[in-house]
């Protein structure tokens, strides 16, 4: 289920229909029944992994705070979990009869009871508040580790045991599927009880608040990351009708769907064309100049599909009377590598930041230590994309030329200040940036030597690249100019605040492309495998 798919709006108008209608109690329960319901549309087994990671930092919180929880309450979260994992984790429709078909259940159990023994001791500890923290930490890195990364880790040390001659047989991978959005609730479920230790945050003592904290449905799978200090608030206090909410949500909700349906997924097609035969080898009668439209094709792809994403939740979050924040913010026209990550997915950089690369000593002790630790979170920036060598190149690329221009010392620049100086940072920024989507995209370094190879050895100008520029041309000409008047969505109230007839004319456009000009396939939302 997702923005683009009639389930998901009959679901979304079903709870709009009543969430006006009950009390802010109500509001939250019948938000946190669509929020699972929504989750457990894809595989309703891994609502068992929301479920724990909710649970363990939702008791770390208040624990790492000094909040002992009644014996009662912990029994009653105990039972929801271990409840939770008979009920999702068992093959039923397999009329299990071995025990293996209640693993789960039972490792659950022994695990329960384990940290039920350790609690009294753990709320007496002299180190009660890092004991929380790093169980919570432990509890959510080992889930994304396992899921996200396992198999990654045993095929590459598979391949190195290969080319020491040291592994004959197959690499023995467990095929484990990937739950949707588990690295955006991970993170923001671990930034809670980071945030409470920090002494940023209040604890909240209400587990319902706390778990629609975590899956709050308009942006559970792709983001943007909340901030507890941001969102639990919003969830916490009552909410009302706002005067202008309906409109701003209906522009972001337009413009959403118009860059998914109309720019990102035509832009893949055009993407996949020439990156499927970069894959595939077959570049006999490719140029290179349809090498690099095809990436300027991804660049489009990818911001369109994100951005888009993240505008209908902010639309429908207003909607419903909560305010997510911005996560783009016209990334393409960023002058460096530090402005431009303060313009990409600006709420996952803003993570890394704030609980990585300061922890780490950001920039307090010496030039050296600030480019090893820009290089660290670039990489591990990376890794979070993906369980794939070319994200953790694109991290690490992306930590070099954010090293490269601190170290020549390139400042930003502004339009007012110099526009030619300005044009040509712009320029420059968005052909690195496009390099860097060439080691995104590509599945192997294969591809990506064979399309560095023909842009620097081949490059025609064919009437194949006329073609697919003309076409992204046609798809974000008019949107770009859309996002430079609202200065992209910061100040989305300038379209509202336009005349009925400008109004008319935006809307009838968007609304026109996305019915009549969308791509003949429906592709996934790309940020959903990560």
Request: aromatic share 16%; charged share 15%; with cysteine.
């Amino acid at each position: 289920m997702n923005y683009t798919q009639l389930s998901f709006w009959i679901l979304f108008l079903l709870v709009h229909g009543v969430y006006w209608r009950v009390g802010h109690r109500r509001q939250n329960q019948l938000l946190l029944v669509a929020s699972y319901f929504f989750y457990g549309f894809w595989d309703y087994r891994f609502l068992f992994l929301i479920l724990i990671s909710t649970v363990v930092d939702f008791i770390g919180g208040l624990g790492v705070a000094g909040v002992r929880l009644p014996r009662a309450r912990l029994l009653r979260l105990g039972a929801l979990v271990l409840g939770a994992a008979f009920v999702l984790c068992v093959p039923w429709r397999a009329h299990p009869h071995r025990l293996v078909d209640f693993a789960v259940p039972l490792a659950t159990a022994g695990v329960i009871a384990l940290y039920g023994t350790a609690l009294p001791r753990l709320y007496r500890a002299p180190q009660r508040r890092k004991w929380f923290l790093v169980i919570s930490m432990v509890a959510n890195l080992g889930l994304l580790g396992f899921f996200k990364y396992c198999d990654f880790f045993i095929s590459s040390a598979h391949d190195l045991l290969a080319a020491l001659g040291l592994a004959h047989a197959p690499a023995p991978l467990l095929h484990i599927l990937l739950p949707a959005g588990i690295s955006f609730y991970t993170f923001q479920a671990m930034s809670y009880t980071i945030d409470i230790y920090r002494g940023a945050v209040e604890p909240t003592d209400d587990f319902g608040d706390f778990a629609l904290f975590v899956c709050f449905f308009p942006h559970l799978v792709a983001g943007p990351i909340m901030r507890a200090h941001t969102l639990l608030p919003q969830v916490m206090r009552p909410r009302t009708r706002r005067p202008g909410d309906f409109e701003e949500g209906l522009a972001l909700v337009v413009i959403g769907l118009f860059k998914k349906i109309a720019l990102s997924d035509n832009m893949a097609t055009i993407a996949n064309a020439i990156f499927y035969r970069l894959a595939d080898g077959a570049t006999a009668s490719m140029s290179g100049a349809e090498v690099l439209v095809g990436v300027y094709a991804f660049a489009f792809q990818i911001y369109g599909d994100f951005s888009g994403y993240s505008s209908i939740a902010r639309g429908i979050s207003k909607w419903l009377g909560f305010d997510l924040v911005v996560n783009f913010h016209l990334p393409y026209l960023a002058t460096s590598p530090s402005d431009f990550w303060r313009r990409w997915h600006i709420s996952l950089s803003t993570w890394l930041r704030d609980y990585l690369y300061v922890p780490l000593g950001g920039n307090r002790h010496g030039r050296r230590r600030e480019y090893r630790n820009l290089m660290l979170t670039m990489l591990l920036g990376g890794l979070w994309h993906g369980a794939r060598w070319t994200f953790v190149a694109w991290g690490l690329y992306h930590g070099l030329i954010l090293c490269i221009y601190r170290l020549a010392g390139i400042r930003d620049v502004s339009p007012r200040e110099h526009f030619g100086r300005w044009l040509v940072r712009v320029v420059v920024m968005f052909h690195l940036t496009c390099a860097g989507w060439l080691l995104f995209r590509a599945d192997r370094f294969g591809a990506v030597a064979r399309a560095a190879s023909l842009m620097a050895t081949h490059f025609v100008i064919t009437q194949t690249a006329l073609t697919a520029a003309a076409l992204i041309t046609f798809y974000a000409g008019a949107l770009f100019i859309l996002e430079l008047v609202t200065d992209g969505e910061g100040r989305i109230r300038r379209l509202l605040e336009s005349s009925p007839a400008v109004q008319g004319a935006v809307y009838g456009y968007l609304v026109s492309m996305t019915l009549f000009f969308h791509a003949r396939r429906a592709y996934e939302f790309l940020y959903f495998q990560f």
